[in-house]
């Protein structure tokens, strides 16, 4: 996995001051080296710059980028961030067309197919991937990102000039983009956040590169093209061959994610998903003589603090010991503490260059670190719920029929803290609501659908649009802040698109979410585990974490120069850290209750004082 980066402009030629724009791609590349630097590499003429940061995984001495090869007189560029899982598949019709492989990458693989189909190849991959395409007789930049938006790619342009990179950051180290921020910027964070509108970098004039599209940028400009899409068709297997589908295709996504030239490891909390990972890949390693290495994580003394709730029934960590005792692995537990937690929450921002997921955020962060220590591949079992219906949105009425996103639909509570002017001035229930109906005018509609069955396909669509993105968007950062590359077996597409038009008694019978996961794949899990409540991603019940992080905030209201105080209510804000009624109403998802939004406002402070936001 790396980092890409670079600008391209017709305005001018980079190699009339060729110092002085190759330090502006050097700068742009380091900003993004945590991504990977074990090999740096630029690309400088006349009209492009391209900047590459990698972390080795694949051809480890060969694989370098900038890869540029040449046919018919032409000069072809690319830099790439991902993983291609059907490389094998498509390599040989490539030798067969005359094409010399130097490398064993899948980056050459890629850029070689670009040049042999043509635009639209991209098509034929399957894998997670952000890259950017030099051809040079046609004088066009290309960029590309995976279907499900798992790998970043930003841009801005300026003055005839497209600026991009992995992260937002990369942008900001050009000198033609500073940050800035509007009024939509911020109905985003107090209305969407820790989402993100598709395409919307929250920054003014930051985009990103939509999820399942491409750019084109060239003389006459800059046009992005949808390449993918999910469709809606009828379902015609059996019950019976639905579970032996899905069997197949999660088995094979998850084989096929173990291809890397170094170790690769999982997350194992114990759940149904991560347990299914884990039990994959550690048959396909052992039948290799070597062992997986899983990682779960939880929080000091929260064997002491846990306390059982709707959302969060059970702690994970007996689960993972149930596993251990059915799957020989090398398993690492891992710890945070809660005042760890509190600092955390300031190098999460650096890591999105947004507030994000608070202290979800932080405490990945911190445990990709260690992870880190022992590999830099691994798998995970994140997406699983949007795709097989595990969230309560799926099966409970009232949050189904929501009108509007049903993951958060307390608006007001978001707005606790702010000034009642500036409540006013943000309009957020038509700024949701906008957002909202937008996506419902894209879901692909089946007909002879009953009401229901179209609420229930509403539904899907928008947690894979909308909730799974900001789930890879936080493991993308978090993992990638310390050179970690996160795999999602689960996100294949081949796997989304079928699911997406399985019928819903078909994912949920009996009363049990995911019962079609569990049922396809019950042979690998221990019964306890099999049939285990859903419960998310852990987080600290110490009480202390709470007194941490008002203390914190009540810090930020007393400084007159923190920059949140021109928008916050300081009444307001100290009244709701003194009412602990308050506590335990989610606003986004299942996690983020009262401490999660205090620890939002302590993370949008700080970013607008690190970017220096007015």
Same mark, same amino acid.
């Given at each position: 996995?790396?980092?890409?980066?670079?600008?391209?402009?017709?305005?001018?030629?980079?190699?009339?001051?060729y110092?002085?724009?190759?330090?502006?791609?050097?700068?742009?590349?380091?900003?993004?080296?945590?991504?990977?630097?074990?090999?740096?590499?630029?690309?400088?003429?006349?009209?492009?710059?391209?900047?590459?940061?990698?972390?080795?995984?694949?051809?480890?001495?060969?694989?370098?980028q900038?890869?540029?090869?040449?046919?018919?007189?032409?000069?072809?560029?690319?830099?790439? @961030?991902?993983?291609?899982?059907?490389? /094998?598949?498509? %390599?040989? /019709?490539?030798?067969?067309?005359?094409?010399?492989?130097?490398t064993?990458? /899948?980056?050459?693989?890629?850029?070689?197919?670009?040049?042999? *189909?043509?635009?639209?190849?991209? @098509?034929?991959?399957?894998?997670?991937?952000?890259?950017?395409?030099?051809?040079?007789?046609?004088?066009?930049?290309?960029?590309?990102?995976?279907?499900?938006?798992?790998?970043p790619?930003?841009?801005?342009?300026?003055?005839?000039?497209?600026?991009?990179?992995?992260?937002?950051?990369?942008?900001?180290?050009?000198p033609?983009?500073?940050?800035?921020?509007?009024?939509?910027?911020?109905?985003?964070?107090?209305?969407?956040?820790?989402?993100?509108?598709?395409?919307?970098?929250?920054?003014? @004039?930051?985009?990103?590169?939509?999820?399942?599209?491409?750019?084109?940028?060239?003389?006459?400009?800059?046009?992005?093209?949808?390449?993918w899409?999910?469709?809606?068709?009828?379902?015609?297997?059996?019950?019976?061959?639905?579970?032996?589908?899905?069997?197949? #295709?999660?088995?094979?996504?998850?084989?096929?994610?173990?291809?890397?030239?170094?170790?690769?490891?999982?997350? #194992?909390?114990?759940?149904? /998903?991560?347990?299914?990972?884990?039990?994959?890949?550690?048959?396909?390693?052992?039948e290799?003589?070597?062992?997986?290495?899983?990682?779960?994580?939880?929080?000091?003394?929260?064997?002491?603090?846990? %306390?059982?709730?709707?959302?969060?029934p059970?702690?994970?960590?007996?689960?993972?010991?149930?596993?251990?005792?059915?799957?020989?692995?090398?398993?690492?537990?891992?710890?945070?503490?809660?005042?760890?937690?509190?600092?955390?929450?300031?190098?999460?921002?650096?890591?999105?260059?947004?507030?994000?997921?608070?202290?979800?955020?932080?405490s990945?962060?911190?445990?990709? %670190?260690?992870?880190?220590?022992? @590999?830099?591949?691994?798998?995970?079992?994140?997406?699983?719920?949007?795709?097989f219906?595990?969230y309560?949105?799926?099966?409970?009425e009232? #949050? #189904?029929?929501?009108?509007?996103?049903?993951?958060?639909?307390?608006l007001?509570?978001?707005?606790?803290?702010?000034?009642?002017?500036f409540?006013?001035?943000?309009?957020?229930?038509? *700024?949701?609501?906008?957002?909202?109906?937008?996506?419902?005018?894209a879901?692909?509609?089946?007909?002879?659908?009953?009401?229901?069955?179209?609420?229930?396909?509403?539904?899907s669509y928008?947690?894979?649009?909308?909730?799974?993105q900001?789930?890879?968007?936080?493991?993308?950062?978090?993992?990638?802040?310390?050179?970690?590359?996160?795999?999602?077996?689960?996100?294949?597409?081949?796997?989304?698109?079928?699911l997406?038009?399985?019928?819903?008694?078909?994912?949920?019978?009996?009363?049990?979410?995911?019962?079609?996961?569990?049922?396809?794949c %019950?042979?690998?899990?221990?019964?306890?585990?099999?049939?285990?409540?859903?419960?998310?991603?852990?987080?600290?019940?110490?009480?202390?974490?709470?007194?941490?992080?008002s203390a914190?905030?009540?810090?930020?209201?007393?400084?007159?120069?923190?920059?949140?105080?021109?928008f916050?209510?300081?009444?307001?804000?100290?009244?709701?850290?003194?009412?602990p009624?308050?506590?335990?109403?989610?606003?986004?998802?299942?996690?983020?209750?009262?401490?999660?939004?205090?620890?939002?406002?302590?993370?949008?402070?700080?970013?607008?004082?690190?970017?220096?936001?007015?």
């Amino acid at each position: 996995m790396c980092g890409i980066t670079g600008f391209c402009g017709f305005g001018q030629n980079y190699t009339d001051n060729y110092k002085y724009w190759n330090s502006i791609l050097t700068d742009m590349r380091k900003s993004i080296e945590h991504r990977g630097n074990e090999n740096i590499g630029e690309y400088l003429k006349s009209h492009i710059g391209f900047g590459h940061t990698r972390l080795s995984i694949r051809d480890l001495s060969c694989g370098a980028q900038p890869i540029i090869r040449e046919a018919d007189g032409n000069k072809y560029v690319i830099i790439y @961030n991902g993983e291609i899982y059907n490389t /094998d598949e498509l %390599k040989p /019709d490539l030798e067969k067309a005359g094409y010399i492989f130097e490398t064993t990458t /899948d980056t050459e693989v890629i850029l070689y197919a670009y040049m042999h *189909y043509g635009i639209d190849f991209v @098509n034929k991959l399957n894998g997670i991937y952000a890259f950017a395409i030099w051809d040079e007789s046609l004088e066009r930049l290309i960029l590309y990102r995976d279907r499900f938006g798992v790998k970043p790619l930003f841009y801005s342009i300026k003055d005839g000039t497209i600026v991009f990179g992995s992260e937002i950051k990369a942008l900001f180290s050009h000198p033609y983009i500073t940050p800035e921020a509007d009024i939509g910027s911020f109905r985003e964070i107090f209305g969407i956040g820790p989402a993100r509108t598709g395409g919307n970098g929250v920054f003014k @004039n930051i985009y990103e590169i939509k999820a399942g599209h491409y750019a084109v940028f060239n003389r006459d400009g800059f046009r992005e093209t949808q390449y993918w899409e999910l469709k809606s068709h009828e379902h015609t297997d059996t019950y019976e061959q639905t579970v032996e589908k899905v069997s197949f #295709l999660v088995r094979d996504s998850i084989t096929r994610q173990m291809v890397s030239d170094v170790p690769v490891c999982s997350f #194992l909390s114990g759940g149904v /998903d991560s347990s299914i990972v884990t039990a994959v890949a550690s048959k396909f390693l052992s039948e290799k003589g070597s062992v997986l290495n899983t990682f779960s994580f939880d929080f000091n003394q929260n064997d002491i603090y846990f %306390k059982a709730n709707a959302f969060q029934p059970e702690r994970d960590r007996p689960y993972v010991v149930e596993m251990l005792k059915n799957y020989k692995t090398n398993h690492t537990f891992l710890e945070c503490d809660e005042s760890g937690l509190v600092d955390l929450l300031y190098p999460a921002v650096d890591a999105k260059d947004l507030p994000g997921m608070a202290d979800v955020d932080a405490s990945l962060l911190y445990f990709c %670190k260690l992870v880190r220590q022992h @590999n830099k591949v691994v798998l995970t079992g994140e997406c699983a719920d949007e795709v097989f219906g595990g969230y309560p949105w799926f099966y409970r009425e009232d #949050l #189904l029929m929501t009108d509007g996103f049903p993951w958060s639909r307390d608006l007001n509570m978001r707005t606790m803290f702010l000034k009642d002017d500036f409540i006013k001035e943000l309009d957020l229930e038509e *700024y949701v609501s906008a957002r909202y109906r937008d996506s419902l005018k894209a879901v692909p509609v089946l007909d002879g659908e009953t009401p229901l069955e179209r609420r229930r396909r509403e539904v899907s669509y928008l947690s894979i649009k909308w909730f799974m993105q900001t789930l890879l968007d936080r493991m993308d950062r978090t993992s990638m802040y310390s050179g970690l590359e996160a795999r999602v077996p689960f996100a294949d597409h081949r796997i989304v698109e079928y699911l997406f038009n399985v019928p819903w008694d078909m994912k949920y019978r009996s009363g049990k979410e995911k019962s079609l996961l569990r049922e396809a794949c %019950k042979d690998l899990l221990p019964e306890k585990i099999l049939y285990r409540k859903k419960s998310p991603y852990p987080k600290t019940y110490n009480p202390n974490y709470e007194y941490l992080l008002s203390a914190r905030l009540k810090e930020i209201l007393a400084d007159p120069s923190s920059p949140i105080i021109s928008f916050i209510d300081k009444e307001k804000a100290l009244s709701f850290i003194q009412s602990p009624s308050e506590y335990g109403r989610p606003w986004f998802g299942q996690l983020m209750a009262a401490p999660q939004l205090i620890a939002y406002m302590i993370q949008v402070n700080y970013w607008l004082y690190k970017f220096r936001i007015n």
